[in-house]
């Protein structure tokens, strides 16, 4: 056994190390700085709802302004989470209003010279061209909508943008990987209205959370390419919450992108073994942290498996107990661009795992909503 976890401790190490080039901190600097940064999951918004201020440097957590500007992110979607608790005292749509107003009020609205509200591909672009950080909006939870799409579509005119289907919980209309009556379900009739309403809206879907049925039942049922707002591999970290290899693949030839998680035990099978997350270990046990080098080889795997089109950035930083040596807040994300220039990767591979993919697939969900209305007469 401590033969086994010490070969899992350098493997990755070496694997990494081998190909490895000599890069400057001028380069570094030129890269990450010419780069749109977009993360597509943060949770502080379960702090900034209990009244945390985004803009105060704080010793905890892994965000606050600071550390977004040290970081150079660009664009943050917020994660409006629904706790599945909220679904049994039918509390669910009034939780995601009040997370909805953190990000609208708490985040924009009282810090307008730094963040500016954004729904469309060309608004963040437009936030990044005033110096702001684009703040999106993103429904953690579908039970959030109370199976309702007219709730929905209410959710969509305050500016959500994305919806995970579900959350560890499953809904009466989609299976989740986080309960085991779930991991079998996927869709109903109502789940497949829901995602075609999605698609109709310009909202994109989010397959991070459910099940494996349900993922398949998705690509079936959407006409835009659905996205894993902060998921990472399952080969590499055997968790419920990461893909498979066969799934990657599907869900690039969609036109798909899986935004790599940041949370050690998506990273590293190490972490997973030792996290009483994922009832491997005793609740209260110290969890093993993943490495730098363990982020990379998830890109790299995504790379090789359905190319750079396929790759992006969801930390679930505020989301996640354990945060990889290197990358343990937001301010940490030149140490990536570092990391990934010494693997071999273009500036140009850099900008679209950044946020090039992400744009393209938000266009990508407005010309199919464009294109429905258009077709609806609209």
């Not at 030129?30 to 009244?51: M, P, W």
């Amino acid at each position: 056994m401590r033969t086994a976890l010490l070969v899992s401790l350098i493997i990755p190490l070496l694997s990494y190390a081998q190909a490895t080039r000599t890069v400057t901190d001028a380069e570094v600097a030129r890269v990450h700085q010419s780069a749109l940064l977009i993360d597509t999951h943060n949770d502080v918004t379960s702090d900034t709802v209990k009244g945390l201020d985004i803009t105060k440097s704080r010793t905890t957590g892994h965000t606050d302004l600071a550390r977004l500007r040290q970081g150079n992110v660009g664009a943050v979607f917020f994660a409006a989470y629904v706790s599945g608790a909220f679904a049994k005292t039918n509390q669910s749509a009034h939780r995601a209003l009040e997370m909805i107003d953190t990000i609208r009020h708490d985040i924009v609205e009282r810090h307008p010279a730094d963040f500016a509200l954004a729904t469309t591909a060309a608004e963040i672009e437009r936030a990044r061209g005033a110096g702001k950080i684009a703040a999106l909006i993103g429904i953690e939870g579908g039970h959030a909508i109370e199976d309702s799409p007219r709730l929905l579509r209410q959710f969509f005119n305050l500016g959500v943008r994305y919806m995970t289907l579900t959350h560890s919980n499953t809904n009466t209309w989609a299976g989740s990987s986080g309960d085991e009556a779930g991991k079998t379900q996927g869709l109903t009739p109502l789940g497949r209205e829901i995602v075609r309403e999605m698609n109709r809206l310009g909202m994109i879907v989010d397959i991070s959370h459910v099940s494996d049925p349900t993922f398949y039942d998705v690509l079936a049922a959407s006409t835009a390419p659905p996205f894993a707002s902060h998921s990472s591999c399952r080969s590499l970290s055997n968790i419920p919450r990461n893909m498979t290899d066969d799934m990657i693949r599907a869900l690039a030839k969609k036109g798909g992108v899986i935004q790599i998680n940041f949370g050690c035990e998506f990273i590293s099978q190490r972490s997973a073994d030792t996290s009483s997350w994922t009832g491997k270990a005793p609740r209260g046990s110290k969890m093993i942290p993943a490495t730098l080098a363990e982020v990379v080889a998830h890109i790299d795997h995504v790379k090789q498996l359905a190319g750079i089109d396929a790759i992006g950035i969801g930390s679930d930083y505020d989301g996640v107990t354990c945060t990889p040596t290197g990358l343990e807040d937001n301010s940490r994300f030149p140490n990536l661009t570092r990391a990934l220039l010494e693997r071999g990767y273009t500036a140009s591979d850099i900008h679209k795992i950044y946020g090039g993919n992400l744009l393209r697939l938000m266009r990508q969900v407005e010309a199919v909503a464009a294109k429905t209305e258009k077709a609806a007469g609209r």
